[in-house]
């Protein structure tokens, strides 16, 4: 790291009219350079999603965005089946050389809807993924996500396992509501993004 990288970040942030303090670009080139995830942590509105938007911006990839909640499961996050399309290649193969086919012959990559983790993964370099409040999805969740965060890889029982070409840049947000689990915050380098000072607001 060199601080005329720092600082060509700070620049690029700024003309994105995000003003970023030294610690938070110091963060960001750290992941960019390592390809490691960002966790940020601090109270709503302080600008964590912003500057995964802005990052995006500047660095011209695709922002992709799961936006987590209580509840949010695997399929909603990652792939579901095509279930129509399904439905019409059988029709169209006939009942006996569906039958004769199998199960296997529905569920190729051909009948996988992305949904924002496989299209990040698929990406690779050219997407930012921003996975945005991810202290509201429960423990399940938070757990699914440590081979994506520690190998950048996902396995769909159905085709087997899907490695992104290069890691895109992720960007993990939380506003601390609950505390997130230690194999989640070891996959990620960290910062805490607090309120400016009056003086740096004017």
Same mark, same amino acid.
């Given at each position: 790291?060199?601080? *005329?990288?720092?600082?060509?970040?700070?620049?690029?942030?700024?003309?994105?009219?995000?003003?970023?303090?030294?610690?938070?670009?110091?963060?960001?080139?750290? +992941?960019?350079?390592?390809?490691?995830?960002?966790?940020?942590?601090?109270?709503?509105?302080?600008? =964590?999603?912003?500057?995964? =938007?802005?990052?995006?911006?500047?660095?011209? %990839?695709?922002?992709? @965005?799961?936006?987590?909640? &209580?509840?949010?499961?695997?399929?909603?996050?990652?792939?579901?089946?095509?279930?129509?399309?399904?439905?019409?290649?059988? @029709?169209?193969?006939?009942?006996?050389?569906? +039958?004769?086919?199998?199960?296997?012959?529905?569920?190729?990559?051909?009948?996988?809807?992305?949904?924002?983790?496989?299209?990040?993964? %698929?990406?690779?370099?050219?997407?930012?993924?921003?996975?945005?409040?991810?202290?509201?999805?429960?423990?399940?969740?938070?757990?699914?996500?440590?081979?994506?965060? *520690?190998?950048?890889?996902?396995? #769909?029982?159905?085709?087997? /396992?899907?490695?992104?070409?290069?890691?895109?840049?992720? #960007?993990? /947000? *939380?506003?601390?509501?609950?505390?997130?689990?230690?194999?989640? =915050?070891?996959?990620?380098?960290?910062?805490?993004?607090?309120?400016?000072?009056?003086?740096? &607001? #004017?």
């Amino acid at each position: 790291m060199t601080a *005329s990288g720092v600082a060509a970040l700070t620049g690029a942030l700024r003309g994105g009219a995000y003003l970023a303090d030294r610690g938070l670009a110091t963060a960001v080139h750290v +992941a960019l350079s390592l390809r490691r995830p960002l966790l940020l942590e601090g109270e709503p509105g302080v600008g =964590k999603t912003e500057i995964a =938007k802005v990052l995006a911006a500047v660095l011209d %990839r695709e922002l992709i @965005r799961l936006q987590c909640y &209580e509840g949010i499961d695997v399929h909603q996050a990652l792939y579901e089946w095509d279930h129509a399309r399904q439905l019409l290649h059988i @029709r169209a193969m006939g009942e006996r050389e569906a +039958a004769g086919a199998g199960v296997s012959a529905l569920f190729g990559p051909e009948f996988l809807l992305e949904r924002p983790l496989l299209r990040a993964l %698929r990406a690779g370099e050219r997407a930012v993924l921003l996975i945005d409040e991810i202290d509201r999805a429960d423990d399940e969740f938070e757990a699914f996500l440590l081979e994506l965060l *520690s190998d950048f890889q996902i396995t #769909v029982p159905e085709i087997g /396992t899907i490695t992104a070409p290069a890691p895109p840049l992720v #960007v993990l /947000t *939380s506003n601390r509501t609950r505390e997130l689990h230690d194999a989640l =915050k070891r996959r990620c380098l960290y910062h805490w993004i607090d309120y400016p000072s009056a003086d740096r &607001e #004017v």
